[in-house]
């Protein structure tokens, strides 16, 4: 079926979403063309907002409005532990359990040669900086259990294990294949609790 362009283009935008077919992309527009208007206003000052107001943590890479987020900022939090993770909302995932008080530090990926992902392509020269400061005593390794993730947890390890610094990996009551994001708290808890050297 031939679509009006506006609501042809907003399809198109919303099946540029992770996970988002042709049809749901089209009951999402016709959805959005009900709303009211100071609601469709709203919800696209909210997609702009995101896009101009945050930006990475200059410490740990984690989203932030500020210079340093929230969690950097905290004073309370132990700063002897950096728990190294592929992505922002494996952060959210893992704060979700209440029970971890240490560091974050974000990649934004994981080495990938398939995809043309090295080194310099994520986030590691700034944890590496981070590791001279003599406080920090662990790293909790926290890539998913994938290929990828596991390449690059053994590729963090060789690069760290040699500052005299322990490197931990998250137990895996995590199922290989398994993204953080879409564990629950008590599974997350034990992989955390359970974690090991490597």
Do not use: W
Request: hydrophobic share 40%.
């Amino acid at each position: 079926m031939h679509y009006p362009t506006p609501i042809a283009k907003l399809i198109e935008s919303y099946m540029r979403l992770p996970g988002i077919g042709a049809k749901t992309a089209a009951r999402l527009a016709f959805h959005t063309l009900d709303m009211r208007e100071e609601d469709v206003n709203e919800f696209a000052k909210s997609l702009i907002s995101v896009k101009r107001d945050l930006h990475y943590c200059e410490l740990c890479g984690n989203i932030t409005e500020n210079h340093l987020c929230d969690i950097c900022q905290d004073q309370t939090r132990d700063k002897s532990v950096v728990l190294v993770v592929e992505d922002t909302k494996d952060v959210m995932s893992l704060e979700k359990m209440r029970e971890y008080r240490g560091q974050y530090h974000v990649l934004h990926g994981v080495l990938s040669p398939m995809d043309g992902t090295g080194p310099d392509d994520i986030n590691i020269a700034t944890l590496i900086k981070r590791l001279h400061d003599a406080e920090i005593k662990e790293v909790i390794i926290a890539t998913n259990a994938t290929t990828e993730g596991e390449a690059t947890a053994m590729y963090l390890s060789r690069l760290i294990k040699p500052a005299g610094i322990k490197v931990t990996r998250l137990a895996h009551g995590l199922s290989v294949g398994s993204d953080i994001e879409y564990a629950d708290e008590i599974t997350l808890l034990k992989a955390v609790e359970g974690r090991r050297e490597i």
